[in-house]
């Protein structure tokens, strides 16, 4: 089903569908990176774990009426999606604080938001994916301010939906990063992936890392960890 490569990036290499010219065919593949490419390794397996886990909540989100890309899974790594057109926005949902933003602004490492806290990253990997405001994002991208309003309040939406789903596995969502694209008739809609290389995650009982952070900190066996969370959801279903 694949035609020709119209792009590869850090996890996933993209290519126009030989079915549709306006579908596209992802390819998830094994490579980790953390820290804007400056950590790198590769993972056996990585690329069918990522594609498996997010084909399971892509129609769950898709249940809590929220539209995004995702089609199908047409096998163990690749995935059938419609084509859109991406923003260049990283959209940032935190509901605790971790990570850089404890850093950056002092928070205390699991402060709670209430309400989620939503940030703002420019995707430019010459600039490192620098944080920006509402006027950045104007000027920066094509993006209209209405349209800012309405990836924010889908971030949002999306938040609450797999907060829910991943409690119901025993997984606290602590933050997540997602990309929102243009469909042809102009309406933007979730695209790229969800998976543990896009979300952070931690074991409710236990407080264990459940995502890219064993591999970015060098705390545990990536793949051992996305079996647990595939095991996790396959159970679910």
């Known amino acids: 089903m694949k035609a020709e490569l119209l792009y590869e990036g850090k996890a996933k290499k993209v ?22 490419g400056k950590k790198k390794d590769t993972y056996v397996g990585k ?8 084909s399971l909540i892509f129609p769950y989100l898709h249940e809590c009426g929220i539209e995004s890309h995702f089609i199908q899974k047409l096998s163990d790594t690749e995935q059938l999606v419609h084509e ?6 990283e959209v940032v949902v935190r509901n605790v604080a971790t990570g850089s933003i404890t850093k950056r602004l002092g928070f205390k490492e699991k402060t709670l938001f209430s309400p989620p806290l939503v940030e703002l990253f420019y995707k430019n990997d010459r600039l490192e994916d620098p944080l920006i405001n509402d006027d950045h994002a104007l000027l920066l991208t094509d993006i209209r ?4 309003r309405e990836i924010k309040v889908k971030a949002l ?4 939906a797999l907060r829910e789903f991943f409690q119901s596995i025993q997984l606290l969502l602590v ?3 997602l990309e929102f ?3 042809p008739d102009g309406r933007i809609v979730l695209s790229d992936e969800i998976s543990p290389d896009t979300c952070r995650l931690w074991d409710i009982e236990t407080n264990q890392k459940m995502d890219k952070d064993v591999f970015r900190l060098g705390t545990g066996n990536l793949i051992l960890v996305y079996e647990q969370i595939l095991q996790r959801l396959e159970a679910r279903v």
């Open 157 to 160: 939406e999306i938040n609450t």
């Open 175 to 177: 933050d997540f990063k």
């Open 47 to 54: 690329g069918r774990l990522n594609n498996e886990i997010s």
């Open 145 to 148: 301010t209405q349209e800012l």
């Open 84 to 89: 859109t057109k991406i923003v260049p926005l």
């Open 181 to 183: 694209g243009r469909l």
């Open 15 to 36: 290519y126009r569908s030989t079915i549709d010219p306006n579908k596209l065919v992802l390819a998830y593949k094994n490579d980790a990176t953390a820290f804007n």
